[in-house]
């Protein structure tokens, strides 16, 4: 009610101030250059003047920006702040009272209470508050237009200043004139680049506090493009030297990407407290740009001609489809280790998904060398090495900036328009995006091994409640196996990871985290939609045995105490029976695909070939010898268990072969570290070297003392029933693992 607004003084006081700046430099330049002299002094002389003149130009023009916001401030404010005033003083006239948060009331009187000025209160309150917002947004914009000009003023006086929105922008302008200089082209570099340290914490998911001034400048650069399209923005930098070219645009795409970011941010003081003062995200991006990635990429297509003079409806198109194509080429001209958690990334994941899902064709008339598929695989492929930002993508994390107001992102229906779509060859995309997931599940990093299983969690999810549509995928006879072979690879190889994660076996047992455990159901349907691709089918099932073999290894190295690990291995060999019948019996019912491939197969997966060298996910004593006896020849005959038969029922289970597991046991219990030599046991010594005290081959075993393999292998379970007692609740567990009662989803 006290304010007087008066930001003219301090704006007539920066023009004078400019215009002295502007004064002195032009009288500083022509008394150099006017002197009557010439050679090397000279020479230099001249040259310092004229780029001290630019300077002091440039820091006028900072003061001429503070002008500026102080005016247009004072436009925005003082008839918001009049109004206010003149409210106010009306209604206490009329017996209201403001308070201070701008909410009305009727003054105190001893009269019956009014309704109709109990509505005028009520409408007067939201009327004020309005205003209020309205000034305090105001009031921000022109503190922080304030701030800017200060800070360009007190950072340009020198040469060296450097970083500044106001050579930003002039730095911009000259970058799309092609007349950049060196130290233009060092300041743009300069502004995107971050210290090894940071670096890391972007990519640990930690806050990375920028300079203020390399923010500012940074901001800048994205204020300074919001005119200007997608493809101008792509080609900032195109009417330089080649060398200078590549420059820019790498600069371009990484301010895109730092600016896009949450967790870049500024530091300010509140008093004696460090508060965040600015924070990258999507509304620091561009205008075109942020509206390419929030705003739906999908619209209805103009009916096109069959041909005959009918229209055609041509389904959902994507009418700024060259856009989203120029804007991934221009972020694989970036560097990756900024692209670590930007929205810029979490839109473009979004939009693919979106576009896959529902685009029939790109361009509005249909009539395009591009389609929907092989737009989106682009889109994915630029964006999949943003490990935080796929995470966020298939959890649903942090993607309430990737949707328009109102609206709200469902992670399982774009993961499902990704898995549920016949790619038609266009699989590089999706493929990169499992493939870094992959290449995270086993780190060291305990942030990106979580992270990995998060998301591989979110993608085991979809597919365990989705068999049947990935069996038939778009709804014909074709499965995901078949239709795109090498996305089906992909899942396959990052579902390996987790296969004992799917089945409950304990986290501190894993190297593999942040993957929780599924219903029975679920596995067994991400079984059968693996075995829908012969070679992944191979892999997939050969680990899953392998982790069985683990599973009874480590049994052994517990000293035969810990009876739960049987659990989980036969809910594992459950799934890989259940999930091979559920596969063959979809295949049979479509006519798909002869019984005679299931016999390769399956023989494939007997040999187990596939699985050498790969790291397994259990952890246990002497792991990493455990890791190469299971990949290891001599050991692969007991890696699935019996061999298969084929016909309408596939049986690819080890219950039957106790013998296999009871080795992998003993196996185990020989390799704990501080074993008693079993040489010298009544029952089990007789399985082991006389001479060295090694194990005897599973082989060996079955060939002892000339009898039948049959006859051995009875020998064997019992004498391993008599030594280890833990045995039977061991196959107790097994079996309770193998109830079909204990399916269900999660």
């Known amino acids: 009610m ?5 930001l003219d003084y301090p704006a007539r006081q920066a023009d004078s101030i400019s215009q002295g700046l502007v004064t002195a430099a032009s009288k500083m330049y022509t008394t150099i250059a006017g002197l009557d002299w010439s050679g090397e002094a000279y020479t230099a002389a001249a040259t310092r003047a004229d780029r001290e003149q630019t300077q002091m130009r440039v820091l006028a023009s900072a003061f001429d920006d503070l002008a500026a916001a102080c005016r247009t401030g004072q436009a925005a404010m003082a008839p918001i702040v009049q109004s206010l005033k003149t409210t106010v003083r009306d209604l206490e006239a009329d017996s209201f009272t403001v308070h201070e948060q701008w909410d009305v009331s009727e003054t105190l009187t001893n009269a019956a209470p009014d309704a109709v000025r109990a509505n005028e209160a009520a409408n007067q309150t939201v009327s004020l508050q309005r205003l209020a917002a309205e000034l305090g947004w105001a009031d921000e914009a022109c503190a922080q237009a304030i701030r800017t000009a200060l800070t360009a003023i007190a950072t340009l006086a020198p040469e060296s200043a450097g970083l500044n929105p106001t050579t930003a922008e002039r730095d911009l302008a000259d970058f799309m004139s092609g007349k950049a200089t060196p130290e ?9 680049t971050l210290t090894e340290q940071q670096r890391a914490d972007l990519l640990a998911g930690r806050p990375v506090d920028l300079p203020q001034e390399q923010y500012d400048y940074l901001q800048q650069l994205m204020r300074s493009m919001d005119g200007k399209s997608v493809e101008q923005i792509a080609a900032i930098g195109a009417g330089l030297p080649e060398d200078q070219q590549n420059t820019v645009s790498a600069g371009v795409a990484n301010a895109l990407q730092l600016m896009s970011n949450p967790q870049v941010t500024t530091m300010g003081m509140v008093g004696d ?3 965040v003062a600015d924070r990258g995200g999507m509304t620091q991006l561009p205008a075109p740009i942020r509206t390419l990635l929030t705003e739906s990429p999908l ?5 096109g001609d069959s041909g005959h003079g009918n229209p055609v409806d041509l389904g959902d198109t994507v009418p700024r489809a060259d856009d989203f194509t120029t804007l991934a080429e221009l ?14 990334d979490r839109g473009v994941l979004k939009q693919a998904a979106e576009i896959v899902g529902g685009a029939n064709t790109v361009g509005e008339t249909g009539i395009t060398a591009d389609n929907p598929d092989k737009l989106a695989s682009r889109m994915l492929e630029a964006a999949s090495g943003d490990h935080q930002a796929v995470h966020d993508f298939l959890t649903g994390d942090n993607m309430s900036a990737t949707v328009s107001p109102g609206q ?16 038609a060859g266009q699989e590089q995309g999706l493929t990169a995006v499992l493939q870094g997931i992959d290449a995270h599940a086993m780190s060291d990093d305990q942030h990106l091994n979580s992270q990995a299983g998060a998301s591989a969690g979110e993608i085991a999810e979809y597919i365990g409640s989705h068999k049947d549509q990935l069996l038939h995928i778009d709804g014909s006879v074709e499965s995901i196996g078949s239709a795109n072979p090498k996305i089906t690879g992909a899942l396959g190889d990052l579902m390996s990871n987790y296969i004992p994660n799917m089945v409950g076996v304990r986290p501190e047992l894993l190297q593999t985290g942040g993957f929780s455990a599924l219903g029975q159901d679920q596995v067994n349907n991400i079984f059968a939609v693996m075995d829908s691709n012969p070679q992944t089918a191979v892999n997939f099932n050969t680990s899953a045995y392998a982790a069985i073999s683990q599973l009874n290894q ?8 810990d009876s739960a690990l049987g659990m989980w291995a036969g809910k594992i060999d459950q799934g890989a029976q259940v999930g091979m019948q559920l596969e063959l019996d979809t295949r049979i019912k479509d006519q798909a695909e002869a019984l005679k491939e299931k016999q390769a197969l399956f023989d494939s997966v007997r040999e187990g070939t596939a699985f050498a060298g790969k790291r397994l996910p259990i952890i246990g004593d002497d792991s990493t010898e455990l890791a190469w006896k299971m990949t290891s020849p001599h050991v692969r005959s007991w890696l699935l268990g019996s061999v298969p038969e084929i016909g309408p029922q596939a049986d690819i289970s080890a219950e039957g072969n106790s013998s296999e597991r009871y080795y992998n046991v003993l196996q185990g219990m020989s390799l704990a570290s501080g074993q008693p030599d079993y040489r010298n046991d009544p029952d089990v010594g007789q399985f082991f070297d006389p001479a060295t005290g090694k194990l005897k081959s599973y082989e060996d075993i ?3 003392n000339g009898d039948s393999p049959e006859t051995n292998l009875v020998e064997f379970n019992g004498a391993m029933m008599r030594f280890l007692l833990g045995l039977v609740q061991y196959e107790a567990q097994w079996d309770n693992g193998k109830d079909p009662r204990e399916s269900g989803t999660r």
């Open 408 to 423: 709200t992102y469902d992670a399982q229906q774009h993961i499902g328009a990704l898995l549920d779509n016949n790619w």
């Open 2 to 6: 006290y304010w007087n607004i008066d």
């Open 554 to 561: 480590q049994f052994g190295l517990s000293g035969g105490q």
């Open 273 to 275: 407290t460090a508060q």
């Open 299 to 303: 619209q209805k297509g103009k009916p």
């Open 184 to 192: 233009e082209l060092e300041r743009l570099t300069l502004a995107t």
């Open 331 to 344: 972020m694989n001209r970036g560097d990756d280790g900024l692209a670590q958690g930007s929205d810029l």
């Open 702 to 704: 079955g060939r002892m």
